[in-house]
């Protein structure tokens, strides 16, 4: 009876393993790939010029003396300055300004002009308005080619940029008739051709007037195009004093 029992039992236990071994385990299942998301892109917004502000302080949290500025200041009413600012480790620290005038007036720049001027053409050279300093101002002025030198045709904005155009100055005798002419352009364009272009040094506003006139051309040219004008937001308004009597703004002495 036992060993039945015994049997039995062992019959049991290996169909009992054997339906184990046969039970099915599922493989586990792949993982599929979750396909990333493609990220919108957003154009950059074209950055915008913002108005300068320099920071401001007192004028000893940059190590100076009060009392010196006090002493600038006397000497200042005294003399035929009407405006100046005071800047150390690029902070404000001092702003003085003459009976009616305050932040917002208006000066000219005289002759500090032409920097500007010349800095203009580079962005105008830059963002491509002009195609390079060895551009002939004859491609500006084409009545240029009337005149009778033979170098008139070798001028180029390079000449401009380095008073060595050749052409007899502006700075001299000939200021006031100059000024007061119906066309300064013209008045520039017409005077004689001394020398060939490149070879002596001649500092004539009359040069960086003709640069002006250029920058204004050429941004003129693309004003209707899809590029930006590059003056568009550098708007500047002329002193006075520097309006020429065709109504356009002279490069050498205009900017305030």
């Known amino acids: 009876m036992k060993r039945t029992v015994s049997l039995l039992t062992a019959s049991l236990l290996l169909l009992s393993l054997t339906a184990c071994g046969n039970e099915s385990i ?4 792949p993982s599929q790939p ?26 000893e949290e940059q190590g100076i003396d009060p009392g010196m500025l006090e002493k600038l200041h006397a000497d200042l009413d005294a003399s035929d300055v009407r405006s ?48 390079g300093v060895d551009v002939p101002i004859s491609d500006y002025f084409p009545h240029l080619l009337d005149s009778s030198s033979p170098y008139a045709g070798e ?13 007899y100055g502006t700075d001299n005798e000939l200021w006031e008739v100059w000024r007061s002419s119906d066309n300064w352009v013209d008045y520039v364009l017409e005077q004689s051709i ?8 001649n500092y004539s506003t009359g040069n960086s007037h003709l640069l002006g006139v250029i920058v204004e051309l050429a941004e003129k040219a693309f004003w209707n195009t899809e590029k930006r004008c590059f003056l568009i937001p550098w708007t500047w308004t002329a002193s006075p004093v520097a309006q020429t009597p065709r109504a356009t703004v002279t490069g050498a002495t205009a900017f305030p």
């Open 26 to 29: 599922p493989s586990p299942t």
């Open 34 to 59: 979750v396909a990333e998301a493609t990220p919108t892109t957003t154009p950059e917004p074209t950055p915008q010029p913002t108005p300068w502000n320099w920071p401001e302080g007192a004028p």
């Open 84 to 131: 100046a600012l005071v800047v150390r480790n690029g902070v404000l620290v001092d702003e003085y300004y003459k009976e009616g005038f305050d932040e917002t007036s208006v000066f000219s720049l005289q002759s500090c002009s032409k920097s500007v001027t010349s800095a203009l053409v580079g962005l105008a050279i830059e963002q491509g308005y002009i195609q």
């Open 155 to 167: 001028i180029t904005l390079w000449h401009l940029l380095t008073h060595t155009t050749g052409f």
């Open 194 to 201: 001394v020398t060939r272009p490149g070879a002596a040094f």
